[in-house]
């Protein structure tokens, strides 16, 4: 394994100042930081962060062109988008790892964002542990060889 993909959504960006009380106050630097130490050696973390959900689904193509397995955060696109939804379909039909995760627990808060449209077509769904949710993403995807 060479390279990982971690994907993540909109206002993903503004980690360490948009509402600490659920996202913590760790930023983007920091959790790539973070899964670096944890890759394996030779493993190559390609962290990215849009706010544009067309350029989301082209990193969802590269990752099937590539055959990368995924790590993603959809942010606000896990309970709408259906685009994002049959893109990251390409991904686990190729035979690919995704992995969709959440930092805060989707669950717990308001209802509308219990619903995900990415879950069910995920290798896997890990939520609610903060920037370990990425850190079991990544030890789940070293453990499939994939």
């Known amino acids: 394994m060479s390279n990982i993909l971690v994907l993540n959504g909109p206002n ?5 100042s ?10 983007l630097p920091v959790l790539l930081g973070l899964l670096e130490l944890e ?13 544009d959900e067309a350029e989301l689904i082209g990193w969802l193509y590269e990752a099937v ?27 686990t ?7 969709e995760v959440h930092i805060s627990n989707p669950h717990s808060r308001e209802e509308f964002r219990h619903t995900s ?17 990425y850190l079991l993403a990544l030890s789940a995807i070293v453990r499939m060889g994939r």
């Open 12 to 16: 993903l960006g503004r980690l360490g």
């Open 18 to 27: 948009r509402e600490p009380d659920v996202y913590g106050d760790q930023n």
């Open 39 to 51: 890759a394996p050696e030779g493993t190559t973390i390609d962290l990215r962060q849009t706010n």
């Open 65 to 91: 062109d590539t055959s990368t397995p995924v790590i993603l955060n959809p942010a606000a696109f896990t309970h709408y988008s259906y685009a994002l939804r049959d893109a990251a379909a390409l991904v």
């Open 93 to 99: 039909k190729a035979g690919l790892v995704l992995i």
């Open 117 to 133: 449209v990415i879950s069910g077509i995920a290798s896997g769904v890990i939520a609610g542990f903060g920037f370990e949710s």
